[in-house]
């Protein structure tokens, strides 16, 4: 197993002294050597598994180096091809280099000093042209599987897609999930797209905001109460615990519930069960939670805003919400989206958005988020008869004419932000930007196409048109920079 990322060199002559003697010289590198007596059995070696350097001789039976060059050319682009030539040869290797079918040559009797340098600088090319292919396949299985639409959500930024992916792969568990992320993000969406994709999906989903009812009714709203329990209380109702029994129940802005509340919470968490107000009966329910805060949490848990233990206690999956600003283009696709609504709601007809207005939308901060993007575009709507919604029109409704702010600032603290890992009682701050750079795109196309062939590295790299020592090379690079996390 220790070779598994050693590059591989196959030499490929009808001569096996030849072939001796390039193997004997060839130990100096460190690499995997293999050799082939003529061009069939090279193509049924590099079938079994692609190698990354290539040196046959032109003149052989059965199969020329001509013909085996360019099989291996379209059957593995990224292998570094180079022949072994005598003078009488040069037309073929001339002919073999404008046809894109090698990369070099080496002229017979070879010098065993140049055979190396040649062989190390092939070996580095191949890397090159490996990470060249891996990064062009990652791009594209990014854009096939790239959501413009998911579960109430719109856009297809690179911070969004993490954050479906994420949702994906945590809804069908029964895990508690605490949401963050800025007022008007979309963190409710995000609770009901994850009980929409849970085994929960035909029961309830009841959403409480904790910030929108009065603290002396939050415990009824959560809990019910009997007739009498209070003055008002004139029949017994049945609160969120039961009517979400079986399915799941979303907290919005838990960081406002009473600090005393917050502890009956976590009991029922726990356990499971509840008692009405004014009720001396235990009741029963099964609920998923998933809560949400435009807080820092760890910042509310100092305040004594929110309690630390309900917080580990729910924070089983994080998830953060990135702010609009931090989505790219989605803000354009979400102002076409709420025109197209609120023309057919307001009854009028519009086109679309002049180019400028299109940029104001782009470059403007939002720092209302998709909430305060929706507004300005239904005010819009109301406001202009169209049919183009014009940049004056959308900057009288922001109420800043003549001023656009530029978010380059904001675009590469995206780019350069790490992505949030989803982790059991996780304690790092909630508030960080979810976003993936293209390195982290890679890792997750590697992983997930090797996960999807069982393990098997040499079935992912043939899918994704690389060799099997390139991922092999890739895996123990992240192995190599999570051992240099873990000693920090």
Known sequence: MENINRPRVLFVDDEPDVLR????????????????????????????????VLVTDMRMPQMDGNELLAQVAKKAPETVRIV???????????????????????????????????????????????ERTLMRRTIEQYQYYRKEHFEGFIGDSVA?????????????????????????????????????????????????????????????????HVKGAFSGAVSNRDGAASLANGGTLFLDEIGEMDINLQAKLLRFIQDGKFQKVGSGKEEHADIRFVCA???????????????????????????????????????LKLAEHFLQHYSELEDKAFAGFASDAQQLILDYEWP????????????CVVMSQGPMVSRKIVESQLGQAQQSVSRSSSIKATLNQPIQSQSVADDSSSADAVTMSLAQIERQAITQTIK???????????????????????????????????SS
């Open 21 to 52: 003697s390039l193997s004997r010289i060839a130990r100096k590198l460190d690499a995997e050597i293999l050799t082939a007596n003529g061009g069939h059995e090279a193509l049924e070696i590099i079938e079994q598994s692609p190698v990354d």
């Open 293 to 331: 805060t435009n807080r820092d949490p760890q910042q509310a848990i100092k305040e004594n805003k929110l309690r630390e233990d309900l917080f580990y206690r729910l924070n089983v999956i994080s998830l953060f919400m990135p702010p609009l600003n931090q989505r790219d283009r989605d803000s």
């Open 452 to 486: 999807r062939y069982g393990g098997n590295v040499v079935k992912a790299a043939n899918e994704l048109e690389v060799s099997p020592s390139t991922l092999y090379r890739k895996i123990q690079q992240w192995q190599d920079e999570s051992s240099e996390q873990i």
């Open 368 to 379: 209302g988020n998709v909430r305060q993007l929706q507004n300005v575009i239904h005010s």
């Open 160 to 224: 969004m897609q993490f954050v479906y992916s994420s949702i994906e792969q945590c809804a069908p568990s029964q895990a508690s999930v605490f949401i963050t992320g800025p007022s008007g993000s979309g963190k409710e969406v995000a609770a009901a797209a994850i009980h929409q994709l849970s085994k929960r999906s035909d029961k309830p989903f009841v959403a409480l905001n904790c910030a929108a009812i009065p603290s002396e009714l939050m415990e009824s709203e959560i809990f019910g």
């Open 84 to 130: 072994l030539t005598g003078y009488a040869d040069m037309d073929m290797v001339l002919g073999a280099i404008n046809s894109g079918h090698i990369w070099g040559y080496l002229q017979k009797p070879w010098d065993n000093m140049e055979l190396i340098v040649k062989l190390k600088q092939a070996l580095q090319l191949q890397q090159v042209l490996a």
